[in-house]
Nanobody, 121 residues
Framework: QVQVVQSGGGSVQPGGSLTLSCEAK????????IGWYRQVPGKEREGISC??????RKYYVASVKGRFTISRGGNTVLLQMTSLKPEDTAVYYC????????????????WGQGTQVTVAS
């Protein structure tokens, strides 16, 4: 079983910034695409960003485009979040798999444990 460890998150005021990290333990991400998702209570998990395998193309859902940046290096993928809004409050998950389909992974094989992001004044 691949261990996917997330870090970052926390509480921030509107307009603030946070960076989430996703690391795969003892597993190479070289041939994997990685997606970031978020979920609020009572709603389905939403794919918000995806970075592809071969050419590191980046995809974003409209609500975060221009504010969030996904990047990858080695066995770590980052999600840099700026200009945060209260509606960004959610539990954020990373997933490792294959094939970005816009901001969603076509195949999701491994999930991180989730991390809470709270945006409030």
């Amino acid at each position: 079983q691949v261990q996917v460890v997330q870090s970052g998150g926390g509480s921030v005021q509107p307009g603030g910034s946070l960076t989430l990290s996703c690391e795969a333990k003892d597993f190479s991400l070289e041939y994997s695409a990685i997606g970031w998702y978020r979920q609020v209570p009572g709603k389905e998990r939403e794919g918000i960003s995806c970075i592809s395998t071969t050419d590191s193309r980046k995809y974003y859902v409209a609500s975060v485009k221009g504010r969030f940046t996904i990047s990858r290096g080695g066995n770590t993928v980052l999600l840099q979040m700026t200009s945060l809004k209260p509606e960004d409050t959610a539990v954020y998950y990373c997933a490792i798999g294959y094939g970005c389909y816009d901001s969603d992974l076509h195949e999701k094989n491994y999930w991180g444990q989730g991390t809470q992001v709270t945006v409030a004044s």
